[in-house]
């Protein structure tokens, strides 16, 4: 009897001691089980490239009034000259939305109403678009194919990582607890709302669902009806250390869905707009935007400018078309721009470059198997088969919109530390602390380098 336990007392001794030794091994609660989603393997989901595409809402304008206007009386004159009708109300600053009357020359109409005393500014109501890529559908696990959260030097299948962006060192002083992060895109599978389902791998995640909002349909309840937004959140703050599936960078913080994007992962700039003063006004410290297009919008930058000067980090996609032009909302001055790696450092040949990108996060390369898993190393979340919202499964996706969350959580875990740095302190440690990567220095290639959590949640500003 006294053996058995002295044996039982080892065993527990060895199991501890290993826990303690392995600082690779994040999970407190044992080895994660196997979680079988058989039937989402084998999609055969594409592997291609959705690039960013141009457009607008055909007969849909946005005019803004000047400040000292009453607009509601400029607008009733404006419809009734011109023949518009009142789509809404611009949320959260002094604009319409508006259809204008068939047959009508957009061009001719647009030059009119500028000229219009009590109008600031007439654009079209632009469309964006969310920038990911489908991949193929895969078993979960930290260990073997979340790569891109290693510490330097980690192994995968083997293979050394000196490309993540040290998430498992910073998890010793971060996980982003007290942080809210808006995932402002298709939507979140955060609720289980009709024929949507709460991913199983996002139980133990912290939501804000009061504030949750969906600027596509106008309810309350901004449930991912593509799959983007529901991967975005996972990089963010999957549930981990729960013995299933993969883990998320920030784990421990909150995430605030806002729907912006339909069903196709499109939506327009005015419900972009919308959903990033949603943000702002409901307590998000971090916007996470992965999406854009291509046009330049005062509607669109207006709302950018309001989040960063309310003290809100807003973290935008570079771009998948893999030219020297930087697309919209990253552009601006008032975000940070992030461009793709892949499993050794390299620039992804989709990451679009320019003098405005300012930093880089792993992205994926589905064209490669750089760690040799058997898998092409694309960002593994969990997300949905996009034809069934309720059947759950683990997705490698590539894209610029994957980058783009590991830098929001990393900036959420900063906040955390500091909840009282600026968002230009915020940014400053994400910028200052990357490493750096191509040429030396900054280069339009990787901005600043690859962002990197352990120095960022280290990162103190200099008195
Ligand atoms: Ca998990
Ligand atoms: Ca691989
Ligand atoms: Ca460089």
């Known amino acids: 009897m006294k053996k058995r336990i002295l044996l039982l007392a080892t065993v527990v001794c060895i199991v501890a001691l290993l826990l303690a030794l392995s600082p690779n091994w994040p999970w407190g609660a044992g080895l994660p089980k196997a979680v079988a989603y058989a039937d989402s393997a084998f999609l055969g989901i594409k592997l291609a490239i959705r690039d960013v595409q141009d457009g607008f809402l055909p007969g849909q304008l946005i005019v803004g009034y000047k400040a000292e206007t009453d607009m509601h009386k400029a607008s009733d004159r404006l419809a009734k000259a011109f023949g518009l009708s009142r789509v809404r109300w611009g949320y959260g600053a002094p604009y319409e939305v508006v259809q204008v009357s068939e047959g009508r020359d957009l061009g001719l109409l647009i030059a009119q109403l500028a000229r219009d005393k009590d109008v600031e500014y007439v654009e079209p109501n632009y469309i964006a678009y969310a920038l990911d890529v489908s991949g193929v559908p895969n078993d979960p696990f930290f260990t073997p194919y979340q790569w891109n959260f290693y510490d330097w030097g980690m192994q995968s299948n083997g293979y050394v990582s000196n490309y993540g962006v040290q998430a498992v060192s910073a998890w010793t002083i971060s996980t982003g607890t007290g942080v809210k992060v808006a995932v402002v895109d298709t939507g979140v599978a955060y609720e289980d709302y009709g024929p949507y389902k709460q991913a199983p791998d996002l139980a133990n995640t912290y939501f804000d669902a ?188 590539q894209g610029t919109s994957m980058a783009t969350p590991h830098v929001s959580a990393i900036a959420a875990l900063v906040f955390s530390v500091h909840p009282e740095f600026t968002a230009t302190q915020v940014e400053q440690a994400l910028l200052r602390t990357a490493k750096d990567l191509g040429a030396t220095g900054w280069d339009k290639y990787f901005g600043y380098g690859l962002v990197n959590a352990w120095g960022a949640v280290n990162w103190t500003p200099s008195p």
Request: proline fraction near 4%; hydrophobic fraction near 35%; aromatic fraction near 10%.
């Open 210 to 397: 009061e504030g949750a909002y969906d600027f596509v349909n106008g309810d309350a309840h901004a449930n991912d009806d593509e799959g983007h937004g529901t991967h975005v959140a996972g990089t963010i703050a999957q549930s981990t250390n729960n013995a299933t599936g993969v883990a998320g960078i920030a784990y421990e913080a909150t995430i605030l869905p806002v729907k912006v994007l339909d069903a196709n992962g499109s939506g327009t700039y005015d419900n972009i707009a919308s959903g990033v003063r949603w943000a702002v006004d409901h307590g998000a410290r971090v916007i996470n935007l992965s999406l854009g297009g291509s046009f330049d919008s005062q509607t669109l930058h207006d709302a950018i400018v309001y989040a960063r000067n309310s003290g809100v980090v807003v973290v935008c996609a570079a771009g998948n078309s893999g030219n020297p032009k930087i697309i919209y909302p990253a552009k601006y001055p008032e975000c940070i721009s992030v461009g793709a790696t892949r499993f050794d450092g390299a620039r992804t040949k989709y990451s679009s470059y320019g003098p405005q990108l300012k930093l880089v996060a792993p992205g994926g390369d589905l064209k490669v198997d750089q760690n040799k898993d058997g898998y092409k190393d694309g960002i593994l979340q969990q997300t949905f088969d996009p034809k069934d919202p309720s059947k759950f499964g683990y997705y490698f996706y």
